[in-house]
């Protein structure tokens, strides 16, 4: 029966201890300076050698040479404190877990009255700490705070949060942290050298990685495969890397490189196999996932330092080093970094799962889509990153176009509606570069008009039209600065919904004809549609209540004034004339003489109503209509109004949906 790795190679000096040096330089330069304070708060994960640093502290207080920052280690406290030692009675360890009430806190308290039996001072060191209840605290809080001289506390824990801050404020705090991976590869290859044990390349490494960077964990693992392993011919306990991997529950190193080599060379029948052998041999693929992370990311770091890498992954031998840069230029940086970036994604997902197999298979399949697919399509960009499963099953709208090389140069002269036509698909072609989402909105939208810097456009669904105008910044914006780019000038907008993708007529012309057996639309109605498609982006269409105006009688001038187009939020807005109307309760329905309700809605294009002609009631606006008084202030009518002057009916009220993604 042999003692445990952990136990037989326990640090007995401060300079023995491994990657706690922000711990023990500060105490060994108290102890030599005999600052030392009467209580102590040592925290850190479980194994790092917070227990080992207390009773190593205690050997240099009580050494017969000290106080002391090495210990002699030949004293009768150092021998009954050394790793083979018995334990001293002048060093009292108490298991917190057990003894965490108020009546052990008192039984401390009264055997800390007496002097030390022996050494020079009486130290309790109290493991777990955060597991003493407050009340207990409470009951010691006066004897941590003023302690007799020849007492000297020292408390160990997980969780120093859990420590009431009335002790805490009352000791000298020392973090501990988990060993750095390369201190702890060099310490146990330094261990097995002296131990005679030979071990195969890979797995030392495997170990490290096992034990998270605690010590103790390390060790147990490496002790357990020890005794696992078989003796040579030469009597020496040889570990083999495939034993390692087995008892550890690693991906072994030639089904990671068969899984890598099948990525990049998008080979589905290779990938999907490997991941068959990955559940046929029963291992758990999240583990799987987790270790081709870890390859992916050596991969990166080969491809990103080259020669360098050996610096960087400490443990990997020169022939893996070769293999991992064949590997890496099979790949290229850009495919690495988003192959990582899947698997990530992936192993996010598998947390909870409850068919995690069918995920590893999706990972798959994504990783595959993405290095068989368009090479050219650009990343999404910042701030519309969508999740990997939604990204690869969303169908495109359109396919995308072929980059057209922009103009060297904006053209000289006049911009007119020919020259943006013309340059339109340079256009799109710049938006493509700029925003992949953008160019999928606008590559839908018709170019109608343009008048001065004002540029009309038409979209066949209102989803597009939404998409378009959503502000701040989005599509609307992306196309101003592609059209800036390739034409040099800066544009605003008049956007609206044409079902059909049919063009709109510019200038006077009669409307588009109806379907067969319809009546043609009246010009009037078409004016009305017209302003109200064009209503501002940023807030509701502002319609005045229309006027039946008498035959002969001239047009009312108007109350409010022309709106400007608008520069920053996308839209221009028709200039309207809005009346007056009397004032009246919620409901009622006021008479005829006593409404105003004129209304003319200006258009150059347009030729003006004739006189004689009877008025069409106008059509009901599809957005929302909030009349405006002549004074500028918002004014609400009830129902009955609506009804008597628009010659409208009440049908049902119908909740807003706000435009996703995917109508």
């Given at each position: 029966?042999?003692?445990?790795?952990?136990?037989?190679?326990?640090?007995?000096?401060?300079?023995?201890?491994?990657?706690?040096?922000?711990?023990?330089?500060?105490?060994?330069?108290?102890?030599?300076?005999?600052?030392?304070?009467?209580?102590?708060?040592?925290?850190?994960?479980?194994?790092?050698?917070?227990?080992?640093?207390?009773?190593?502290?205690?050997?240099?207080?009580?050494?017969?040479?000290?106080?002391?920052?090495?210990?002699?280690?030949?004293?009768?406290?150092?021998?009954?404190?050394?790793?083979?030692?018995?334990?001293?009675?002048?060093?009292?360890?108490?298991?917190?877990?057990?003894?965490?009430?108020?009546?052990?806190?008192?039984?401390?308290?009264?055997?800390?009255?007496?002097?030390?039996?022996?050494?020079?001072?009486?130290?309790?060191?109290?493991?777990?700490?955060?597991?003493?209840?407050?009340?207990?605290?409470?009951?010691?809080?006066?004897?941590?705070?003023?302690?007799?001289?020849?007492?000297?506390?020292?408390?160990?824990?997980?969780?120093?949060?859990?420590?009431?801050?009335?002790?805490?404020?009352?000791?000298?705090?020392?973090?501990?942290?988990?060993?750095?991976?390369?201190?702890?590869?060099?310490?146990?290859?330094?261990?097995?050298?002296?131990?005679?044990?030979?071990?195969?390349?890979?797995?030392?490494?495997?170990?490290?990685?096992?034990?998270?960077?605690?010590?103790?964990?390390?060790?147990?693992?490496?002790?357990?495969?020890?005794?696992?392993?078989?003796?040579?011919?030469?009597?020496?306990?040889?570990?083999?890397?495939?034993?390692?991997?087995?008892?550890?529950?690693?991906?072994?190193?030639?089904?990671?490189?068969?899984?890598?080599?099948?990525?990049?060379?998008?080979?589905?029948?290779?990938?999907?196999?490997?991941?068959?052998?990955?559940?046929?041999?029963?291992?758990?693929?999240?583990?799987?996932?987790?270790?081709?992370?870890?390859?992916?990311?050596?991969?990166?770091?080969?491809?990103?330092?080259?020669?360098?890498?050996?610096?960087?992954?400490?443990?990997?031998?020169?022939?893996?080093?070769?293999?991992?840069?064949?590997?890496?230029?099979?790949?290229?940086?850009?495919?690495?970094?988003?192959?990582?970036?899947?698997?990530?994604?992936?192993?996010?997902?598998?947390?909870?799962?409850?068919?995690?197999?069918?995920?590893?298979?999706?990972?798959?399949?994504?990783?595959?889509?993405?290095?068989?697919?368009?090479?050219?399509?650009?990343?999404?960009?910042?701030?519309?990153?969508?999740?990997?499963?939604?990204?690869?099953?969303?169908?495109?709208?359109?396919?995308?176009?072929?980059?057209?090389?922009?103009?060297?140069?904006?053209?000289?002269?006049?911009?007119?509606?020919?020259?943006?036509?013309?340059?339109?698909?340079?256009?799109?072609?710049?938006?493509?570069?700029?925003?992949?989402?953008?160019?999928?909105?606008?590559?839908?939208?018709q170019v109608v008009d343009l008048a001065d810097d004002v540029l009309t456009l038409s979209f066949p669904s209102p989803s597009d039209l939404a998409?378009?105008?959503?502000?701040?910044?989005?599509?609307?914006?992306?196309?101003?600065?592609?059209?800036?780019?390739?034409?040099?000038?800066?544009?605003?907008?008049?956007?609206?919904?044409?079902?059909?993708?049919?063009?709109?007529?510019?200038?006077?012309?009669?409307?588009?004809?109806?379907?067969?057996?319809?009546?043609?639309?009246?010009?009037?109605?078409?004016?009305?549609?017209?302003?109200?498609?064009?209503?501002?982006?940023?807030?509701?269409?502002?319609?005045?209540?229309?006027?039946?105006?008498?035959?002969?009688?001239?047009?009312?001038?108007?109350?409010?004034?022309?709106?400007?187009?608008?520069?920053?939020?996308?839209?221009?807005?028709?200039?309207?004339?809005?009346?007056?109307?009397?004032?009246?309760?919620?409901?009622?329905?006021?008479?005829?003489?006593?409404?105003?309700?004129?209304?003319?809605?200006?258009?150059?294009?347009?030729?003006?109503?004739?006189?004689?002609?009877?008025?069409?009631?106008?059509?009901?606006?599809?957005?929302?209509?909030?009349?405006?008084?002549?004074?500028?202030?918002?004014?609400?009518?009830?129902?009955?109004?609506?009804?008597?002057?628009?010659?409208?009916?009440?049908?049902?009220?119908?909740?807003?949906?706000?435009?996703?993604?995917?109508?």
């Open positions: 029966m042999t003692t445990a790795l952990y136990r037989r190679y326990r640090p007995e000096t401060f300079g023995e201890m491994i990657g706690q040096s922000q711990v023990t330089e500060p105490l060994m330069t108290a102890l030599r300076g005999d600052r030392v304070g009467h209580a102590y708060l040592f925290s850190g994960p479980r194994g790092c050698g917070k227990t080992t640093s207390a009773r190593i502290l205690a050997r240099c207080l009580n050494c017969a040479e000290g106080p002391t920052d090495t210990p002699c280690g030949t004293c009768e406290s150092c021998i009954e404190l050394g790793r083979n030692g018995g334990g001293s009675l002048d060093v009292v360890e108490i298991d917190a877990a057990s003894h965490n009430g108020v009546d052990d806190a008192r039984d401390l308290r009264e055997r800390a009255v007496f002097a030390p039996a022996r050494d020079r001072y009486k130290i309790f060191i109290l493991d777990e700490a955060h597991m003493v209840t407050p009340q207990g605290f409470n009951a010691l809080l006066k004897l941590v705070e003023e302690p007799p001289d020849h007492v000297k506390f020292i408390f160990a824990t997980t969780e120093p949060e859990k420590v009431i801050g009335t002790i805490r404020s009352r000791t000298h705090h020392y973090p501990f942290r988990l060993v750095p991976p390369a201190a702890m590869l060099a310490y146990v290859e330094e261990l097995c050298a002296h131990e005679g044990v030979e071990v195969e390349a890979g797995v030392l490494p495997l170990v490290v990685r096992a034990g998270g960077g605690s010590p103790r964990d390390t060790l147990s693992l490496l002790d357990q495969l020890i005794a696992g392993s078989d003796a040579t011919d030469t009597g020496a306990v040889r570990v083999q890397y495939a034993r390692a991997v087995s008892l550890l529950g690693y991906t072994h190193a030639e089904l990671l490189d068969e899984v890598v080599d099948a990525f990049a060379a998008a080979d589905a029948a290779a990938a999907f196999a490997a991941v068959d052998r990955v559940v046929q041999t029963g291992q758990d693929p999240r583990r799987f996932v987790d270790d081709l992370l870890e390859r992916l990311r050596d991969l990166i770091v080969v491809a990103a330092t080259g020669e360098g890498a050996a610096a960087v992954l400490r443990g990997v031998s020169a022939d893996d080093l070769a293999r991992y840069r064949r590997q890496a230029d099979a790949f290229g940086a850009a495919r690495l970094s988003r192959t990582a970036d899947i698997v990530i994604g992936a192993l996010d997902e598998m947390t909870g799962a409850t068919s995690p197999r069918l995920q590893l298979e999706l990972m798959v399949a994504r990783v595959l889509t993405y290095a068989t697919g368009p090479a050219a399509a650009p990343p999404a960009p910042v701030g519309e990153r969508v999740s990997e499963a939604t990204e690869t099953k969303r169908v495109p709208e359109a396919p995308a176009p072929e980059p057209v090389a922009p103009a060297s140069a904006p053209p000289t002269g006049p911009i007119t509606l020919e020259t943006v036509l013309v340059a339109w698909p340079d256009v799109l072609a710049r938006l493509s570069d700029i925003n992949r989402t953008s160019w999928m909105v606008a590559q839908t939208a998409k378009f105008k959503k502000l701040p910044g989005g599509p609307s914006e992306d196309l101003r600065t592609a059209i800036n780019a390739v034409l040099g000038f800066r544009v605003r907008y008049i956007a609206r919904h044409e079902p059909g993708g049919r063009e709109p007529e510019s200038g006077g012309g009669s409307p588009a004809e109806g379907t067969r057996g319809e009546p043609e639309p009246d010009p009037a109605r078409a004016r009305v549609a017209t302003t109200y498609a064009a209503a501002p982006v940023t807030e509701w269409a502002v319609a005045p209540i229309p006027d039946t105006p008498q035959p002969g009688a001239e047009a009312a001038e108007p109350t409010t004034p022309h709106l400007a187009v608008d520069e920053e939020p996308e839209e221009a807005v028709a200039a309207v004339r809005v009346a007056t109307l009397a004032p009246a309760r919620e409901g009622d329905v006021l008479p005829a003489d006593e409404v105003e309700t004129s209304i003319e809605i200006e258009d150059d294009d347009e030729e003006p109503m004739p006189e004689a002609e009877a008025p069409v009631p106008p059509v009901v606006p599809p957005a929302p209509v909030r009349p405006v008084a002549a004074s500028g202030g918002p004014q609400r009518y009830g129902e009955a109004v609506v009804r008597q002057v628009l010659g409208a009916r009440f049908v049902r009220e119908e909740p807003y949906e706000p435009p996703t993604r995917f109508s």
